[in-house]
């Protein structure tokens, strides 16, 4: 397979967006794109871009989002490693034969109309892993 192209984003787990915002919008002075709701996920998301690579606050919008789990269990921080990829089926089939264990072994709709996988954090090092490519 053809290795990860870049960074994608990082993905940060944040009890309030609105929050966050204070340092990575005011501090750092990072440009705020668009925020997004995503249902499925029971997410609200707000990128900020930095160089090519985006910052993704993810904020739960319910008790039982995923997202509201790890902030229970693990408080806000670190949540993801987004790897962009040219050929995301192609992607998931090679590291599914080299036995890396997939959370999502078909993409499916991200965020901002990117295609989405997520492998589990045991096969990675500790850190969740997602692979995007642009397009439905
Ligand atoms: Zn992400």
Do not use: W
Not at 28 to 51: A, N
Not at 59 to 72: M, Q
């Amino acid at each position: 397979m053809q290795p990860p192209t870049r960074i994608d984003h990082l993905g940060i787990a944040v009890n309030s967006i609105a929050e966050a915002s204070c340092f990575y919008r005011d501090a750092l002075g990072l440009t705020c794109g668009e925020g997004q709701v995503v249902p499925e996920q029971k997410v609200r998301v707000q990128f900020f871009q930095l160089g090519e690579v985006r910052i993704e606050l993810l904020e739960p919008t319910a008790a039982d989002s995923p997202i509201a789990r790890f902030l229970a269990q693990r408080g806000p921080g670190l949540h993801h490693i987004a790897y962009h990829v040219d050929d995301l089926p192609a992607t998931l089939a090679a590291l599914k034969a080299a036995g890396v264990r997939l959370i999502d072994e078909k993409p499916r709709a991200g965020a901002h109309g990117m295609k989405i996988a997520f492998a589990h954090p045991k096969s990675t090092g500790g850190v969740l892993s997602e692979f995007c490519q642009e397009g439905p």
